[in-house]
């Protein structure tokens, strides 16, 4: 059974870096053309893509926070983790990590973890 | 980045009905195109992918077509579960991209 989990902060202060880890369990990163993706939606609003790492190392992200975003891979964990430096508010969202497939669809996904940014 | 429009943003209906939603991305992507279904509180879940293929445990009144910029998402009878939200994402390049939501809510 594929499944995946998000931990992390609740809550984050203006400026702060974000560390968020996805924990993936029945499969693995190491077959081909499988990754995890971060994706967020602020509160009422739309799915943002956020980033993405496959097992060959390929790397990938949202245009506008590449700046801010690393992601990476602990294998030995089985984890994923996004950071996101220089924390606003308006990053206040709930994060979902994603396993993505085939033809880049996110088959499977996280419950999400609501990160609120407030002093 | 390739921009998804999805129409109609919302759209009333009731049970047994045939809904249609759909997206246009801003290029040519072939069929790297997926639907979501979202409800409340919840993660997105996968329905349709490449366009046209139904994912595995998804009913049957569920239907995706399109190619290049145009698709669509159908669902032949509205049935109480699928009061929810719907969103579609391009595949074809990164940064991948969603459109900005279709909430089908009761009449």
């Known amino acids: 059974q594929v499944t995946l989990k998000e931990s992390g902060p609740v809550l984050v202060k203006p400026t702060e870096t974000l560390t968020l880890t996805c924990t993936i369990s029945?499969?693995?990163?190491?077959?081909?053309?499988?990754?995890v993706s971060w994706i967020r939606q602020p509160p009422g609003k739309a799915l943002e893509w956020l980033a993405h790492?496959?097992?060959?190392?390929?790397?990938s992200y949202r245009t506008s926070l590449k700046s801010r975003l690393t992601i990476s891979e602990d294998t030995s964990k089985r984890q994923v983790v996004l950071t996101m430096t220089n924390m606003d508010p308006v990053d206040t969202a709930t994060y979902y990590c994603?396993?993505?497939?085939?033809?880049?669809?996110?088959?499977?996904w996280g419950q999400g973890t609501l990160v609120t940014v407030s002093s | 980045d390739i921009q998804m429009t999805q129409s109609p943003s919302s759209l009333s209906a009731s049970v047994g009905d045939r809904v249609t939603i759909t997206c246009r991305a801003s290029?040519?992507?072939?069929?790297?195109l997926n639907w979501y279904q979202q409800k409340p509180g919840k993660a997105p879940k996968l329905l349709i992918y490449?366009?046209?293929s139904l994912q595995s445990g998804v009913p049957s009144w569920f239907s995706g077509s399109g190619s290049g910029t145009d698709f669509t998402l159908t669902i032949s009878s509205l049935q109480p579960e699928d009061f929810a939200t719907y969103y579609c994402?391009?595949?074809?390049?990164?940064?991948?991209?969603f459109g900005q939501g279709t909430k089908v809510e009761f009449k």
């Open positions: 994603a396993r993505i497939v085939g033809r880049d669809q996110f088959d499977s």
């Open positions: 029945g499969f693995s990163l190491s077959k081909a053309r499988v990754g």
């Open positions: 790492i496959f097992s060959s190392d390929e790397k």
């Open positions: 290029q040519n992507i072939g069929t790297y």
């Open positions: 490449f366009a046209s």
């Open positions: 994402q391009q595949g074809y390049t990164t940064p991948y991209t």
